[in-house]
């Protein structure tokens, strides 16, 4: 008898030694949630049949309502789906666009936080903005004011 106190079967032994077993509550719980696992499997089943006897039925008149609208779904979902993507971009596009804007903010030298539309670090004065992003001459990385040397590539950039 291997010991599963703390597996799933020990779990559940555990609790149902808590619970009278014929305490009508406990029983009505359980016999709903048996019968809801049964009937879920059944769907399961049926709808793989429905699979497998699918392409020998495509063209039966016998199921075409049927076939009609699962090709409607078909069609739906594939749309659904694009659009998913879409909106997906989209707010992928709003956060780099977001993080731009913190970084354009954010002083190279102090790093500060400055208020919107500032030109110059309320802090220490340096230029703020990414048109003054600083790139390396060699590779094009893009560092910060003050370094010596391209993480990247080694050149030096004072
Ligand atoms: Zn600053
Ligand atoms: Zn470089």
Avoid at 14 to 43: H, V
Avoid at 55 to 74: A, H, T
Wanted: net charge negative; with cysteine; glycine share 10%.
């Amino acid at each position: 008898m291997g010991n599963d106190l703390f597996g799933l079967g020990g779990l559940v032994k555990g609790l149902s030694a808590f619970m009278p077993k014929d305490n009508p509550d406990t029983k009505l719980f359980q016999l709903q949630t048996e019968i809801n696992d049964m009937e879920d499997k059944e769907k399961e089943l049926y709808a793989e049949i429905g699979k497998r006897v699918f392409p020998d039925v495509r063209d039966n008149p016998e199921f075409r309502d049927l076939i009609e609208e699962i090709s409607f779904i078909k069609k739906k979902l594939g749309e659904a789906k694009v659009e998913l993507e879409e909106v997906q971009a989209t707010i992928s596009d709003q956060k780099r666009m977001e993080e731009e804007l913190l970084e354009s903010r954010t002083c190279p030298n102090c790093s500060n936080y400055n208020p919107e539309g500032v030109k110059f670090c309320q802090e220490c004065g340096e230029k703020l903005g990414d048109s003054e992003k600083l790139k390396c001459p060699s590779c094009g990385t893009v560092y910060t004011a003050g370094t010596r040397f391209c993480g990247e590539c080694g050149s030096g950039l004072l």
